[in-house]
């Protein structure tokens, strides 16, 4: 018996007072508060590092930025410890207007040996640059110039370097891409 009055003494002593909750005063009401649902939906806001953050559509896939370069394109890299070197653009993503370039900006990658008794290796891969460290660049000439755009006489809309006037997207140069990314696949096939 004399447990159980303890154990009322000490339920009493936790119960709320008036001057509960650091001297606000808690009113507790009989009759439950009626609630207020909120007509528009609440949005969940991901919150990602600086660098990790994708401008998005409403249907949540990414904005693909226009860039002022293609593949195949023979480009100067204008900054960075690469500067002054000129390749060729081998990939592109759109989606944080980055470029990879043929031979430049070699990273080191340590890979884990995938079978048991392999071992595990060392590889230089080709890490992106922002397309905007890049410019074209006129082989002929041996001059980077920015890109313009205009109409031919034939209606076609074509890319040309403004310093030379040379022409980038004419049938000939996109043929041969196409001819060279055949022989790759092939290669890597064989």
Not at 16 to 42: H, M
Not at 86 to 104: A, P, Y
Request: proline share 4%; charged share 30%; with cysteine.
């Amino acid at each position: 018996m004399a447990a159980v009055a303890a154990l009322q003494c000490s339920m009493a002593s936790l119960s709320l007072t008036s001057n509960s909750f650091l001297g606000q005063r808690f009113s507790p009401s009989l009759s439950p508060s009626p609630i207020n649902f909120v007509d528009k939906p609440c949005t969940i806001v991901m919150r990602l590092k600086r660098w990790e953050r994708k401008e998005c559509k409403p249907n949540s896939l990414p904005i693909l930025h226009k860039m002022h370069v293609k593949v195949g394109d023979t480009v100067k890299i204008i900054s960075g410890h690469e500067k002054g070197k000129v390749g060729e653009i081998t990939r592109i993503f759109r989606h944080n207007s980055t470029v990879i370039v043929q031979d430049m900006n070699l990273k080191t990658k340590h890979m884990k040996s995938r079978e048991q008794g392999e071992p595990g290796q060392i590889v230089k891969i080709e890490a992106p640059i922002h397309s905007s460290n890049v410019m074209l660049y006129s082989k002929e000439k041996q001059v980077a110039s920015r890109v313009g755009h205009k109409i031919l006489e034939d209606g076609t809309r074509v890319r040309y370097l403004i310093k030379t006037g040379e022409i980038i997207d004419s049938s000939e140069n996109w043929k041969r891409v196409i001819k060279e990314r055949k022989k790759e696949r092939e290669e890597k096939s064989t």
